[in-house]
Structures are given as structure tokens and as C-alpha cells.
């Protein structure tokens, strides 16, 4: 993962973004997709990726946890997709209202193994075998089957990271 990291502190944004850019310049040199960790650093992560409009970046926010708009300004920025993972459980998190909201195409499921466990399983270790619980959740949100959440998902990150566009 590559990233912007700002909730413990600011000291080191000027050398994190630098880094970040860099990276960014490498999966653009050798058309890979990245995996982006972002923790309260949204607004700096689209002015970061908002500088390679056009150019064929591509990737996704693991661990998604913005709003729906700052997701779409994101996706116009590049071919993103937003990692949903155990955080969708919880109950007054808002990332359910979140996912409501954007496209099916868009969403991957995802573990942050051994962080950030679904429900009923909060608070104890995360497993990999978890994420029925997010797809589960992903498609009562969005009024459709398990099933299609899966496909849906699985074809996003085959595109994405298998190069199948």
C-alpha cells in the first residue's frame, strides 16, 4: 500500500507526499494499479491524484472511509475503486449510507486483516473468511443478491489487478 497517513500527526506530509508522488510515477512507468491507504487525508490525497488526470491512473482506495462526493471527485481523477471491508457492519459508522450511494461497478470487498472485523465478530481478530459478512451487508444495502455482489466485485478487481478492462 502507498498512501497519506495525517491522523497521528502533520510533521511528515511534505516527505509523505513526495513519496507518494514518486510511487505514483512508478505504477504509471510500469501501468500498475495502486492500493492507496488514506487516513485523514482525503482532501490532500485528490489534490495528489489530481495531478495525473488523464494519464491512466488507476487503483483503489483500500479501507474507503469518506463521503460519497469525495469518492466520486476521486473516481474523476482516475479509474479508482473503494475497498469496503468490516467497517460497513457497524452500526453507526455511516459507511452503509455511503455505499448506498455509489455504483456496485466501483466497490470492492475487502479484509484488513487483523483489523476492522466485521460484526458479529467485532473486536476479535479479523479472517480473510469474513467478507460474506461485508458482501452480505453490501447487498442488503444495495437491494440485491449476495451473489451478484460477489460477481459484481470480483469482476471489478479482476479488471482492476488482472488487467481484464
Not at 63 to 73: E, I, P, V, Y
Not at 91 to 97: E, V
Not at 116 to 132: C, D, H, I, K, M
Request: proline share 4%; glycine share 8%; charged share 25%.
Amino acid at each position: 500500500k502507498i498512501g497519506l497517513g495525517l491522523y497521528w500527526s502533520r510533521d511528515y506530509y511534505k516527505e509523505q507526499r513526495e513519496v507518494l508522488h514518486a510511487q505514483l510515477e512508478m505504477a504509471l512507468q510500469y501501468d500498475l494499479p495502486v492500493a492507496i491507504h488514506t487516513r485523514d487525508a482525503y482532501r490532500e490525497m485528490l489534490d495528489a491524484v489530481a495531478t495525473y488526470r488523464g494519464r491512466g491512473l488507476r487503483g483503489v482506495f483500500h479501507a474507503f472511509a469518506d463521503s460519497a462526493d469525495m469518492a466520486r471527485k476521486l473516481s474523476r481523477e482516475g479509474d479508482f475503486l473503494f475497498g469496503v471491508g468490516g467497517v460497513v457492519t457497524f452500526k453507526n459508522a455511516g459507511l452503509d449510507k455511503v455505499v448506498a450511494e455509489l455504483p456496485l461497478e466501483w466497490l470492492l470487498v475487502e479484509t484488513d486483516c487483523p483489523y476492522l472485523t466485521p460484526v458479529p465478530f467485532r473486536g476479535q481478530r479479523n479472517e480473510s473468511a469474513y467478507v460474506s459478512y461485508i458482501c452480505d451487508k453490501i447487498a442488503e444495502i444495495k437491494g440485491v443478491s449476495p451473489e451478484l455482489v460477489a460477481s459484481q466485485t470480483t469482476a471489478n478487481a479482476e479488471r482492476m489487478f488482472l488487467n481484464k478492462r
